[in-house]
């Protein structure tokens, strides 16, 4: 068979108008995934539901990791090089209350909700392996689809699935991540090369005391006292220790202290997080907070049971890689809609990847405030414009195309 030169011109033109005319299908999925959304390593019928996707309508042979993972390969037929382009989503939800805003798609599983744009990821991915599975007599080399579980929880989807060997048979050469973004607007993207999103780890604290009577603090060793002062302590970690080079984050958002108006408890319990852009500070980092509140607590009679859950590392774009994703997606979109990103100190499990192999992990704008679709991630009201998915999948295709060199 004779393959000729592609012309990125006209394949562009092909992949928006497959984009669009698939604009229903990709609304209906992303609404029936909405609408029946599973916390994270419990996506079973999701991804059930993807496999089905793979199988029935595009011929494609699926294998399942970490569980409730979906992988698959769309093999190009034009002759040429060997290389892999890793394509990933995230299928889990949040354990939110969607608010009932009358949305004929609201989630049916109570207290569970797509809140953080799974659903779009993961529409996305099945809309441009679509578009690349209609198009393999233009491409040489293998697309690698890869749907996995648990983005939003420890030890992340990505962890296990890299463990279960996604990176390998082929190896991907490149991965590249979408997620949706709610303060860019419908119709533009954003890029980062380099240095991206923070790691990630929990801090579980129990500051132990003595408990009493409120009106007889003399008698007691006061845990809610002592708790005061080291999150005040700690602070220093970031404002006085840390380089401010260093981009990093200590936070506490959970202080439980279950005593009453003249009772001082026994213990209080912290939870918090601490997140950076530097393994090295990193490390040091976690054993200052130890130091500081072992410190505090024994200075005041009291003690302290620490435990700092390492999570997500911080997430590095490649730089050549996503400057030609930057390039590519000038041409498909024009050069007005795409826009540069900031340091985010969020974290993200697709860290894992860009760990192992050069990756590109960037933002999809779903904001629409005509139709009042404004609302952060994990917000009990998010949702995004639907006229984003034609650019989530088409987008996707293409960068997928041009990283195997059409």
């Not at 068979?1 to 592609?6: C, S």
């Not at 689809?145 to 699935?161: H, N």
């Not at 435990?307 to 997430?315: D, V």
């Not at 993200?348 to 590109?360: H, L």
Request: charged letters at 20%; proline letters at 5%; aromatic letters at 6%.
């Amino acid at each position: 068979m004779q393959h000729q030169e592609n012309n990125p011109e006209e394949l562009i033109n092909i992949i928006k108008t497959q984009a669009k005319s698939l604009k229903p299908q990709l609304v209906e999925m992303r609404r029936h995934l909405h609408m029946n959304p599973e916390l994270s390593f419990h996506e079973y019928n999701t991804a059930a539901w993807v496999e089905s996707y793979l199988h029935e309508k595009l011929g494609l042979k699926t294998q399942r990791m970490a569980n409730t993972g979906v992988v698959a390969l769309i093999e190009g037929q034009k002759p040429g090089n060997a290389k892999t382009v890793g394509l990933r989503a995230d299928m889990d939800a949040l354990p939110i209350v969607e608010v009932n805003d009358g949305r004929p798609y609201r989630s049916q599983n109570e207290g569970v909700m797509h809140a953080c744009g799974h659903d779009v990821h993961t529409t996305s991915l099945l809309g441009a392996a679509t578009i690349l599975n209609s198009l393999k007599e233009h491409f040489s080399g293998t697309v690698k689809l890869v749907f996995q579980p648990g983005e939003e929880k420890l030890p992340g989807g990505a962890s296990l699935m890299i463990k279960d060997g996604v990176l390998d048979n082929p190896k991907p050469d490149v991965m590249i991540g979408q997620h949706v973004m709610p303060q860019i607007q419908s119709g533009k993207t954003g890029f980062r090369p380099g240095l991206y999103m923070a790691s990630t780890d929990e801090i579980y604290m129990t500051v132990s005391g003595k408990g009493g009577h409120g009106a007889m603090p003399h008698y007691n060793i006061d845990p809610v006292l002592i708790a005061s002062h080291i999150i005040v302590a700690l602070q220093q970690v970031v404002s006085r220790i840390a380089n401010p080079a260093i981009p990093s984050v200590l936070s506490f958002g959970k202080v439980v202290a279950n005593g009453a108006t003249n009772v001082i408890p026994s213990e209080v319990k912290l939870e918090g997080t601490f997140r950076t852009l530097d393994e090295a500070w990193r490390s040091e980092a976690h054993e200052r907070i130890s130091a500081i509140a072992n410190g505090i607590a024994n200075s005041m009679g009291g003690s302290v049971t620490l435990e700092i859950r390492r999570g997500y590392p911080f997430l590095k774009n490649d730089i050549s890689l996503t400057e030609r994703c930057i390039h590519s997606a000038e041409a498909y979109l024009g050069k007005s809609e795409v826009t540069p990103l900031d340091i985010w100190m969020a974290a993200e499990d697709f860290a894992y990847y860009s760990q192992e192999v050069p990756s590109c992990f960037y933002r999809l704008g779903v904001r629409n405030e005509e139709r009042g679709i404004v609302n952060s991630v994990h917000h009990p009201s998010f949702d995004v414009d639907e006229d984003s998915l034609e650019n989530g999948c088409g987008l996707m295709a293409w960068l997928a195309l041009t990283e195997l060199g059409i």
